[in-house]
């Protein structure tokens, strides 16, 4: 069992960006296929982007597709998620998740079974 951690979150202002990380407490996250899922106050949980586990795939929700980039560094055992061009509707919770059972990046929820606690980020206006 992997327990992702993210880190990275903040204050921001509309048009600025961060980059997320997320790393593995227990386990190294260079053996899973990673997502980045959010979850803004009052809505559900939606995905953001994925990559696969070896990282020459990748997938974006269409909200985020030429603004974010999802890459990764196995060797580090670590994923990432750099935000530019930041807009307020980007406001929520970010969750790094990793999917044992398949090495595709995917953007189903039910494909990953091992969550992060989440790291805020908020975009100002």
């Known amino acids: 069992q992997v327990q992702p951690v993210e880190s990275g979150g903040g204050l921001v202002q509309a048009g600025g960006s961060l980059r997320l990380s997320c790393a593995a407490s227990?386990?190294?996250?260079?053996?899973?296929?990673m997502g980045w899922f959010r979850q803004a106050p009052g809505t559900e949980r939606e995905f953001a982007a994925a990559?696969?586990?070896?990282?020459?795939?990748?997938l974006y929700a269409d909200s985020v597709k030429g603004r974010f980039t999802i890459s990764r560094d196995n060797a580090k055992g670590t994923v990432y998620l750099q935000m530019n061009s930041l807009i307020p509707e980007d406001t929520a919770v970010y969750y790094c998740?990793?999917?044992?059972?398949?090495?595709?990046?995917?953007?189903?929820?039910?494909?990953?079974?091992?969550w992060g606690q989440g790291t805020q980020v908020t975009v100002s206006s």
């Open positions: 990559i696969s586990r070896s990282g020459t795939s990748t």
């Open positions: 227990r386990r190294t996250l260079s053996v899973y296929a």
């Open positions: 998740a990793a999917a044992p059972r398949t090495t595709q990046a995917t953007s189903l929820a039910r494909h990953y079974d091992y």
